[in-house]
Each structure stands twice: as structure tokens, then as C-alpha cells.
């Protein structure tokens, strides 16, 4: 599959053989997996560069998927996983508001209470295929602002192609939750991240509508995930995140349905 990506264009991965003909090398009681080194810069820090890094990386999403779509294997939905997001929701909500101190439960009681029945109905029945899935900047290989590839691909599975749209954006935003001047500045190159993918592939109203649910349902995702660590100052990131996503929910759509 990732012998495929890369004859489309894009850099990834690709296994490599050891000496002993495997792919998985053990290591301090772990198995790695071998590749090429893949040279990349990292994430450019001026502020006025974010428009078109947004811009580029929607570009490169949209042609991962579809070069992921494109794939021939017509039983690939049997050799990975189906991440069935709207089908999860309830679970997350239910766990998160059981199982965190207050007031983080109280967060996700709010958005339960708020926005739960708009969720579950905005993310039901969208196209899905093979996605990255753990499309976060880390996994994004870039030189200047044009991405050149994709790492970290173990997570490839069937689901909702604006997932990977929401899960790149809410990893610039969560961090910056705490200043005006950075979400702003976030909220106005959100459109350019979808313009950059619509230049390559059609993205549907129905999925443009999604993406702040989307965004939502990451944070619930991640946060019941970071329960069975414990990380504690993981989850109150991903709360916080989830507050500040909330709170600013028209913002946000408005700012998907601009681009």
C-alpha cells in the first residue's frame, strides 16, 4: 500500500528488509520497523507563513487520499480497521463524564448536553475510505511551507475523509487555546486548509459541515485514549481544547464554510 502511495508522488515509509530478511527489528525489548530516511525541515514558525502551509498541507491530504483510494486491492476493508467515530461518541461521552474530575467532566456533560444530538448527526453517513488517521504536523513531512510526504502510517484505515482534515487543525489549535492572538490568527487559516484540498478534490458541503464536529469528536477520542495511561496533563489539554472548540463552535463552521 505505501509502494503504491509512493508511486504516486508522495514520500513515505516503505519497509525495508534487515539482514535476516524481516521487517521487524527488535531493540531494547520493542520492534521497529525499518525504511529509507526521509529529509524534512520542520514546521515554519512565522506566523504570516501559516495561511500557506495550511494552504499546502490540505493540498497533500487530498492527494493522499487520493492515492489511498486508488488503491487496487478491493478487500483492503478486510486487512485494517473501520474507525467508526459516530458510532463511538456515546461511549467517549459516557466514559469521560464518569471517569474525570470535576470540572473536566463537567466540560464534556455541557457538550453532551449541547451539541451531543447534532454530532452523532453530522458525522453519520459520510464518505469514508482509507485515511492517515493520525494526521497530526509531526507526521507531515515538510521543506518551507510545501509538504513533501507522510510518516507514522501504521493507523491507515477506513474512515471518514474529513477526519484527517479536523485532526491536522485541532493540532495547531490545541496548544494555543490560552492566546486571543494565536487562535485568531488559527480560525482565519482554517479556510485555506480546506481551499488547499478542494484545489485537488471535491470536498462536500455535508464534510465541510463536519469537520468542527469532527474536531469534537477528536478531542473526546484522544482524552478517553489518554484515560488508560494515565496522562493527566494530556487529558486537560484535550479538555481544554474541547472547552475553547465549543465555545467558538459558529466561528469555527463559519470559518469551513468561507473556504
Given at each position: 500500500m505505501l509502494a503504491h502511495v509512493a508511486r504516486t508522488g508522495l514520500r513515505v515509509p516503505i519497509p525495508l528488509?534487515?539482514?535476516s530478511a524481516q521487517t521487524a527489528v527488535p531493540f531494547q525489548e520493542r520492534f521497529y520497523l525499518l525504511s529509507h530516511f526521509i529529509e524534512a525541515g520542520g514546521c515554519p514558525s512565522d506566523p504570516k507563513l501559516q495561511a500557506e502551509l495550511f494552504y499546502h498541507t490540505g493540498q497533500a491530504i487530498a492527494k493522499l487520499h487520493q492515492a489511498l483510494a486508488s488503491y487496487p486491492d478491493k478487500q483492503v476493508n478486510r486487512k485494517t480497521w473501520r474507525e467508526d467515530i459516530a458510532g463511538r461518541v456515546d461511549e467517549w461521552i459516557s466514559a469521560l463524564g464518569d471517569g474525570l474530575p470535576e470540572p473536566q467532566a463537567t466540560v464534556v456533560k455541557r457538550v453532551s448536553l449541547e451539541r451531543g444530538t447534532a454530532l452523532k448527526a453530522a458525522l453519520y453517513g459520510l464518505p469514508e475510505q482509507l485515511i492517515?488517521?493520525?494526521?497530526h504536523p509531526g507526521n507531515i513531512l515538510v521543506q518551507g511551507t510545501h509538504v513533501i510526504g507522510f510518516v507514522d502510517c501504521d493507523h491507515l484505515c477506513i474512515g471518514p475523509r474529513f477526519f484527517d482534515l479536523a485532526y491536522y487543525a485541532v493540532h495547531h489549535l490545541k496548544w494555543v487555546t490560552d492566546n486571543e492572538a494565536a487562535t485568531d490568527r488559527w480560525l482565519t487559516n482554517l479556510p485555506h486548509l480546506l481551499a488547499g484540498y478542494r484545489s485537488q478534490q471535491r470536498l462536500s458541503q455535508e464534510e465541510a459541515m463536519a469537520i468542527p464536529y469532527g474536531m469534537t469528536a477528536y478531542h473526546l477520542l484522544l482524552s478517553h485514549w489518554f484515560m488508560g495511561l494515565p496522562q493527566r496533563e494530556s487529558i486537560a489539554r484535550e479538555i481544554?481544547?474541547?472547552?475553547?472548540i465549543h465555545?467558538?463552535?459558529?466561528?469555527?463552521?463559519s470559518a469551513t464554510m468561507s473556504s
Open positions: 528488509l534487515s539482514r492517515h488517521r493520525d494526521c481544554r481544547a474541547l472547552d475553547w465555545t467558538h463552535f459558529d466561528a469555527i463552521a
